[in-house]
């Protein structure tokens, strides 16, 4: 694997420390990392948006999810399955998961809803007042 060095980045750049962190983080993610479990992520709105992840087989109690740092993660832990069952064939998967979500800032977490096995957690981005764009007004003096 081709690493790629980021220091010239931090050398060169000033406040941009999380930008940094990310592509870092980005870079050294393993490529065989699984796919497990599926999820998307899509715009549902101006400034609102949906991450759903297929956890078929879970419940709420054995799902965790946590905002901290503009880093939203979502875990899942099976509880202890019953004893005594035997499979003939077992294709869905039981196994634990953790899936991490960078945000940007200024975007929130709204809430969360589990129907059908897919679990849908609502997010939107809140610009705050003072870095929206003004109109400033041209004075005339006569």
Known sequence: MNAIDLTPLYRSTVGFDRV?????SALRTSPSSTGYPPYNIEVTGENAYAITIAVAGFVEAEIDINVENGNLS???????????????YQGIAERSFERKFNLADHVKVDGADLKNGLLTIFLTREIPEAMKPKKIKINSIN
């Open 20 to 24: 940094a962190n990310i592509l870092d």
């Open 74 to 88: 979502v875990s899942g832990k099976k509880q202890k399955l019953e004893e005594g069952r035997q499979y003939l």
